[in-house]
T-cell receptor, first 114, second 109 residues
Framework: EAQVTQNPRYLITVTGKKLTVTCSQN?????MSWYRQDPGLGLRQIYY???????DKGDVPEGYKVSRKEKRNFPLILESPSPNQTSLYFC?????????????FGSGTQLSVL | RKEVEQDPGPFNVPEGATVAFNCTYS??????FFWYRQDCRKEPKLLMS???SGNEDGRFTAQLNRASQYISLLIRDSKLSDSATYLC??????????FGAGTTVTVRA
């Protein structure tokens, strides 16, 4: 089944404790992206990747890191989480966004930083 | 100013009613547009793309007005299952999508 798998689904952590949210897609998509969703603000892009080893900042990259060592995986790393990073996070992928291929989303990760 | 703005609603409508709402975008260079549907903090799913000539898919009709920089979505014969948040999305450049905050629709029996 074609899908984007995101883990964990829920995560509660404390300020400063490094964490990684994993994202994997099995559709051989070139484009992958991370979003955070906060009430009243919609989805805001954190980072995106056009292909292996090619990443770029989105609108809200501060406090986050990503890597794209393999085509299928695009982990989101919070080196030192802070309470303002409490949010609902979505990973998404697309074959080629520039050709208006649709985005496939993971199920989301609800992160709470205490 | 947000790149994509939507009336948050909620729009509360009875089953069978028609509901329509708009979304405005600020960047006239936006290349293409979409409506995604999101159920209660689950993952968004593509509802339809919006073509310059308008687009219809069953009970759903989307239209684009480039002169006034807005996109509309109309739902005819509303079903209970149409209750969701509808996200307006604009593609700006090859790798950037801007999402609106969503319009909530609640269809009541």
């Amino acid at each position: 089944e074609a899908q984007v798998t995101q883990n964990p689904r829920y995560l509660i952590t404390v300020t400063g404790k490094k964490l990684t949210v994993t994202c994997s897609q099995n559709m051989n998509h070139e484009y992958m992206s991370w979003y955070r969703q906060d009430p009243g603000l919609g989805l805001r892009q954190i980072y995106y990747s056009m292909n292996v080893e090619v990443t770029d900042k989105g609108d809200v990259p501060e406090g986050y890191k990503v890597s794209r060592k393999e085509k299928r995986n695009f982990p989101l790393i919070l080196e030192s989480p802070s309470p303002n990073q409490t949010s609902l996070y979505f990973c998404a992928s697309s074959l080629r966004l520039a050709l208006d291929e649709k985005l496939f989303f993971g199920s989301g990760t609800q992160l709470s930083v205490l | 100013r947000k790149e994509v703005e939507q009336d948050p609603g909620p729009f509360n409508v009875p089953e069978g009613a028609t509901v329509a709402f708009n979304c405005t975008y600020s960047n006239s260079a936006s290349q293409s547009f979409f409506w995604y549907r999101q159920d209660c903090r689950k993952e968004p799913k593509l509802l339809m793309s919006v073509y310059s000539s308008g687009n219809e898919d069953g009970r759903f009709t989307a239209q684009l007005n480039r002169a006034s920089q807005y996109i509309s979505l109309l739902i005819r014969d509303s079903k209970l299952s149409d209750s969701a948040t509808y996200l307006c999305v604009a593609r700006m450049g090859d790798y950037k999508l801007s999402f609106g905050a969503g319009t909530t629709v609640t269809v009541r029996a």
